[in-house]
């Protein structure tokens, strides 16, 4: 018993040290780009934590942070079963264009939380439809998910611009705008802060996400599907189900996000708007180890870095892309310390010891029935 705590410790510790490792040596070598070019690094990273946190700026970070795990649950569980839906640009966005284009008219008819609840369903239907395409290719054909949800992303973005210049453009502006939601219109903020109550829906979002994954039967099955397509089908597991549904839900918290995001922060939308919120998450979504809940403090490092990075890079002469630099970085780092842990067999998989043994009964079968003959 004492031995199996210690060696579970050991793998929590290096577990951590897979997480934590890459982020530290992408702010290290940031930190060395920044000297050789005479700027100073501590003064970036204090400036950094002054701006995102203290003042009251950490309400602005969780207020980026809504958007930004919502989209990062919709990736775990599509990762999840070994699958990549890369088209969360054009989920987001022709979401967000409904929500911003119907709601100012709608909230002129109906009840606003009426608007609310119907536009952010339309917007999870919006997300999960777009994902069907690629989903039924991937089922039907086995056609690389990469590829085609790559294009329709790109459709869904170019789509997007043409619903805002000539469907839901607002005709008292000039540049291609939809119409403006008032401040009353906006979701209302959690009491005594700034911070709308989207974040509540999306950390109550991963708490049931990793509420499903670790403790129901479709968790089993998503785990199952994801370590083994034959061990899935040998337990009865059908693939394209699993595909649809993975697809579906990975599009319809995508969707979700970009309600919370229009309705909670921007109130309106553009031509050529794009917060590209899916590239800044998926590295901190591998970091969490695809777990819901581990997200949640990779995704608030990211939004206070993010909030705070902006300023500091403006003080400290520094362009704003310098932050997907250290993006970047962090993929690199993430990429050497996976090979060599995957190399020294450091730390677990996300699939307990119990599960990985029952994956492992039927090949054990197999070779052994093979070595009889």
């Known amino acids: 018993m004492a031995q199996r705590e210690r060696s579970r410790g050991k793998a929590a510790l290096y577990l951590v040290i897979r997480s934590v490792v890459p982020i530290v040596l992408a702010l290290v070598v940031a930190g060395i780009l920044m000297l050789t070019i005479g700027k100073n690094p501590i003064a ?216 919370m995001d229009i309705f909670g922060q921007w109130g309106y939308m553009r031509t050529n708007w794009n917060p590209a919120y899916g590239d800044m998450v998926v590295p901190f979504v591998f970091l969490a180890r695809l777990s819901p809940l581990g997200c949640i403090p990779f995704i608030a490092f990211y939004s206070i870095f993010s909030t705070g990075g902006i300023i500091a890079s403006q003080d400290s002469g520094l362009s704003s892309k310098f932050l997907l630099v250290i993006v970047a970085l962090i993929l690199i780092f993430m990429s050497i310390t996976e090979y060599i842990g995957t190399k020294r067999d450091l730390g677990q998989s996300y699939l307990p010891d119990e599960l990985k043994e029952v994956l492992r009964r039927p090949f054990d079968r197999i070779a052994s029935q093979g070595a009889r003959r």
């Open 44 to 259: 970036f990273y204090t400036d950094v934590f002054n701006n995102g946190v203290l003042g009251g700026n950490w309400q602005a970070s969780a207020v980026l942070m809504t958007p930004l795990l919502l989209v990062a649950l919709g990736l775990v569980v599509v990762f999840r079963g070994q699958l990549w839906n890369l088209g969360y640009d054009g989920q987001f966005m022709l979401a967000g264009v409904f929500v911003a284009g119907l709601a100012p008219q709608m909230m002129t008819h109906y009840p606003v939380w009426a608007v609310w609840i119907g536009l952010t369903i339309l917007a999870v239907i919006i997300g999960a439809s777009w994902t069907l395409i690629p989903a039924w290719l991937k089922a039907r054909y086995g056609t690389n998910e990469i590829i085609t949800t790559l294009v329709m992303s790109s459709i869904g973005i170019g789509l997007t611009n043409i619903l805002v210049q000539y469907f839901f453009q607002d005709p008292t502006v000039a540049e291609p705008t939809t119409g403006t939601m008032t401040t009353a219109q906006m979701l209302p903020n959690i009491p005594g802060t700034r911070i709308h109550i989207g974040f509540i829906v999306a950390i109550v979002a991963a708490v049931v996400l990793q509420f499903v994954i670790s403790r129901t039967s479709f968790g089993l099955r998503l785990d199952i599907f994801g370590s083994s397509t034959k061990a899935a089908r040998h337990v009865g597991i059908n693939s394209t189900k699993m595909i649809f549904a993975l697809f579906i839900i990975s599009g319809g918290l995508i969707g979700l996000a970009a309600a």
